[in-house]
């Protein structure tokens, strides 16, 4: 299975404006130098998704290596869990694969900013018996499954997006996430954008009031029991469905090509919006135009506290994003050209 998370040093010029910003907003969290602090012993607490967890546990790993006196504690929450530590001034770092909603910072007790870490999709997994191994979906035929409208893999909508294969008559068994994951947000704001309807009746949130199916903590179990339940269909972050033996679906994006989600699929949705980008990076990416965007990509984010903590601790937190944002990323690209070498499973 090919890496999902995609270094913002793999999508060309506009990751160095990416990184350069994130670095000048890390930097200005500092509040004392580096010369005026002593390197007392430090744990730091970051909450956030599992999506990127693996990810930012090697990074915390790699960085205590080179900073002894600073260790890296990651706890995998979930995103809206996260989000509410940081804006209620728990913990010195979060992170979630969802922009904060703007009513929420506004009525935050403290400050945060959202710097993007890296660049993930998420795949819609499904298990069909037979020949099926290559079924094409769009986010209208999506967006009727997660409302129940859709109910049988042989329906006429799905029939007509995949003419080539016969599609059994097997009742479609949907499952999804529980409330406050980032995977629901991106997922949703897709579906928002190509359906109305769903867009009213369950909209657009990392809590979506979902009509339908069975619900989910964590990815791994959703993925194994859409393996063991015929006719199920789920959506997760591609890499926690690597060993799940599962087919994934190829997703109708903007220009009307039917895509598999790669890393190059995905590095191309940021290649498609750096036009559109300014200084804004909490930007929806979902349905992004090109030929070859995979269409369900997001940033996922840190939420980093601006508030006047413990001196020591702000100047700690700089000093990780800092390295983030230099080493941590090409750490992220070795990690990436390791996967590209390893074979399928």
Same mark, same amino acid.
């Given at each position: ?45 970051? &909450?956030?998704? $599992? ?18 006196? $600073?260790?890296? #504690?990651?706890?995998?929450?979930? &995103? ?8 209620? @001034?728990?913990?010195?770092?979060? @992170? ?15 400050? =945060? ?18 020949? =099926?191994?290559?079924? #094409? ?39 999804? #996430? ?46 194994? &029991?859409?393996?063991? $339940? ?8 591609? #890499? ?106």
């Amino acid at each position: 299975m090919r890496k999902t998370f995609v270094p913002l040093s793999t999508v060309g010029a506009w990751a160095a404006v990416l990184s350069l910003t994130a670095i000048l907003l890390a930097t200005s969290l500092a509040i004392l130098s580096a010369d005026s602090l002593a390197q007392d012993q430090m744990v730091l607490v970051t &909450t956030g998704s $599992t999506m990127p967890e693996p990810l930012y546990m090697l990074w915390g790993d790699e960085y205590h290596k080179l900073h002894s006196e $600073t260790q890296v #504690r990651y706890l995998p929450v979930g &995103t809206s869990e996260s989000a509410k530590n940081v804006l209620s @001034g728990a913990g010195d770092l979060g @992170g979630g694969d969802a922009p904060i909603p703007e009513k929420q910072l506004k009525e935050a007790a403290h400050a =945060a900013v959202e710097l993007p870490t890296v660049l993930v999709g998420i795949a819609v997994f499904y298990n069909v018996p037979g020949n =099926a191994t290559s079924i #094409r979906l769009s986010g209208p035929v999506l967006a009727d499954i997660y409302l129940g409208k859709t109910t049988s893999w042989n329906d006429p909508e799905i029939a007509r997006l995949n003419p080539d294969g016969k599609l059994p008559d097997l009742p479609i068994k949907v499952l999804h #996430r529980t409330n406050g994951k980032g995977s629901n947000y991106i997922f949703s704001d897709f579906l928002s954008k190509l359906s109305p309807e769903f867009r009213a009746k369950v909209g657009k949130n990392d809590s979506p009031k979902w009509p339908v199916g069975a619900a989910f903590s964590r990815c791994q179990d959703l993925l194994a &029991t859409a393996a063991k $339940t015929s006719g199920a269909i789920g959506y997760a972050e591609l #890499r926690c469905g690597e060993k799940s033996g599962l087919s994934i679906a190829l997703i109708r994006n903007a220009a009307g090509e039917f895509v598999n989600p790669s890393t190059k699929s995905i590095s191309d949705v940021a290649l498609a919006m750096e036009s559109k980008m300014t200084d804004d990076f909490r930007a929806s990416l979902t349905n992004a135009p090109g030929k070859e965007s995979y269409p369900i990509v997001s940033f996922t984010w840190f939420y980093v506290p601006v508030h006047r903590q413990d001196l020591q601790r702000s100047h700690a937190v700089k000093e990780y994003l800092s390295w983030v944002y230099a080493s941590g990323q090409e750490i992220a690209q070795a990690q990436f050209a390791h996967r590209l070498m390893s074979p399928a499973p």
